[in-house]
């Protein structure tokens, strides 16, 4: 059987053949390798030749292909082994048998994490020639092999899945196609953008603005101003409040918002940032009100601010609400405030109720 990637990406997604704790097993192997490169930089050793530096000394001489086969050798052997381990249900593996094939599996993604993305596609590929495994098998070691390539490699992924003439479109989740490029984009949000770009038109069933967003976000996440310039955030900055809340600078998106999009966009997406910053740093949120100039952006922003702190300061919350012009928004925001009265204050929240005229 050969192995679509699309299924392998569904593999992937609902960690089925792979298993969990495979997957957590990737993960850890991920943090070792960046502890790893972040300390040869450190070291003033460039971490982009890194890698090439270990495979160098290890196997000197070896071509890169060669190193590649031998390990999906190895790979492939010790998925046979996994497969009579998995398969001894009349006489179970004992504990310590378990925590050695464990330990081997970790030791295999580790040295996966360090080959190259070439390597990885002879990898792929030595596992879907293979006549060796069984279909769960192969989809096993494939699945993991893809996760690695996707997680080290996100660019040649890309490559791979949309080169591939076994991929079929709908078999794919558009969430996967976002997923993989938000990989890429956490490494080179620029140099994901540029793609983006220049092959929306080609494959405009993936790179829909669900996809954009990821990339977006990313920019956005490292340098906002330069995120401001791009021209697709106008019509994506709907989407865009995980980035707004993790940015540490809520303040200049909000602004920024305020300014760009069309006054009803404008009012949802600052109410959602608000919102989200008054619940993560309300004092932060609160200066930054302070020093915002009048308009309707501070109108809309003052409101929600005033609804979410209202929650656990009432009385904060009700003397912002007090410097919102008389009308029908101080009312409503005034009003939501009693609504949102703690209810262990009864007394505190009828004195507030009579003082306002809210029945």
């Not at 340098?223 to 791009?230: I, T």
């Amino acid at each position: 059987m050969k192995i679509s990637i699309a299924v392998a990406l569904l593999i992937l997604a609902v960690g089925a053949m792979v298993g969990w704790h495979d997957y957590q097993q990737v993960a850890v192997a991920r943090e070792s390798h960046e502890k790893l490169v972040a300390e040869a930089a450190r070291l003033g050793i460039d971490p982009s030749n890194l890698l090439d530096f270990v495979r160098v000394t290890k196997h000197a001489r070896e071509d890169r292909e060669a190193v590649a086969k031998r390990f999906a050798a190895e790979f492939i052997a010790f998925g046979r082994e996994r497969e009579a381990f998995d398969g001894a249900a009349g006489n179970p593996p004992d504990e310590a048998m378990q925590q050695r094939m464990s330990q081997r599996m970790s030791d295999f993604i580790e040295r996966m994490m360090s080959l190259d993305a070439t390597q990885l596609k002879t990898l792929i590929a030595g596992i879907r020639s293979s006549d060796e495994l069984k279909d769960e098998s192969r989809e096993r070691l494939l699945a993991i092999a893809f996760m690695v390539l996707w997680d080290v490699h996100p660019r040649a992924m890309l490559a791979l899945y949309i080169e591939s003439p076994e991929t079929t479109r709908n078999e794919i989740a558009e969430g996967h196609f976002k997923s993989l490029l938000g990989r890429w984009a956490k490494d080179d949000p620029l140099g994901a953008l540029e793609w983006v770009r220049k092959n929306a038109g080609n494959y405009p069933d993936l790179i829909t603005d669900y996809a954009k967003q990821s990339v977006i976000e990313r920019v956005a996440l490292q340098d906002p101003k330069l995120a401001f310039k791009q021209p697709e955030l106008a019509g994506l900055a709907g989407g865009l409040n995980h980035a707004v809340a993790e940015s540490g600078e809520p303040g200049p998106w909000i602004d920024w918002i305020g300014r760009t999009l069309p006054s009803d966009k404008a009012e949802s997406g600052i109410q959602e940032a608000v919102v989200s910053w008054t619940r993560n740093d309300y004092q932060a949120a609160g200066k930054w009100l302070a020093s915002t100039p009048e308009g309707p952006a501070k109108n809309t922003a003052v409101r929600s601010y005033a609804e979410t702190l209202s929650h656990y300061q009432p009385a904060n919350a009700a003397q912002w609400a007090m410097c919102l012009r008389p009308g029908p928004d101080r009312d409503a925001t005034l009003k939501m405030i009693y609504q949102n009265w703690p209810i262990e204050e009864p007394a505190a929240a009828a004195a507030f109720a009579k003082e306002h005229g809210i029945k």
